[in-house]
């Protein structure tokens, strides 16, 4: 048996509204609690722009690309091709890059 009751619309909306006041609240807490890194909005307009996600992450960690191939061992002209050329790179190029930026492989995909 399905138990119901009726209230008026401006009571819902209310009720809709504290509901989501409350997940804020809680949202904040469990940031408290457990702060995650985040991205600054610019990083996001421009992954939502299209940009290339190996560069988007590679300058919002201070990386030039000539650092970054240093520190992974993957060619600068490799990674450029990847940033401004679209091209993929291996799963190996990947790992290594993503393990020097913090990331998991799935950000830069």
Same mark, same amino acid.
């Given at each position: 048996? *399905?138990?119901?009751?009726?209230? $008026? &619309?401006?009571? /819902?909306?209310? +009720?809709?509204?504290?509901?989501? !006041? +409350? ?5 904040? %807490?469990? /940031?408290? =609690? !457990? $702060?995650? $890194?985040?991205? $600054?909005? @610019?990083? =996001?307009?421009?992954? +939502?722009?299209? @940009?290339?996600?190996?560069? #988007?992450?590679?300058?919002?960690? %201070? /990386?030039?690309? *000539? @650092?970054?191939?240093?520190?992974? %061992? =993957?060619?600068?002209?490799?990674? %450029? !091709?990847? @940033? ?14 993503? *393990?020097? #930026?913090? &990331? ?6």
């Amino acid at each position: 048996m *399905n138990d119901m009751i009726t209230i $008026p &619309i401006e009571d /819902y909306a209310r +009720l809709m509204e504290a509901a989501d !006041d +409350l997940a804020d609240l809680q949202a904040v %807490g469990d /940031y408290k =609690v !457990d $702060p995650k $890194p985040g991205v $600054p909005s @610019e990083f =996001v307009a421009r992954m +939502l722009a299209g @940009e290339s996600l190996l560069k #988007l992450w590679r300058e919002h960690r %201070g /990386y030039s690309q *000539n @650092e970054l191939g240093k520190i992974t %061992g =993957v060619n600068r002209i490799q990674i %450029g !091709d990847i @940033e401004d050329r679209g091209k993929t790179g291996s799963v190996i190029t990947l790992k290594k890059l993503a *393990n020097a #930026l913090n &990331i998991q492989v799935d950000d830069l995909l």
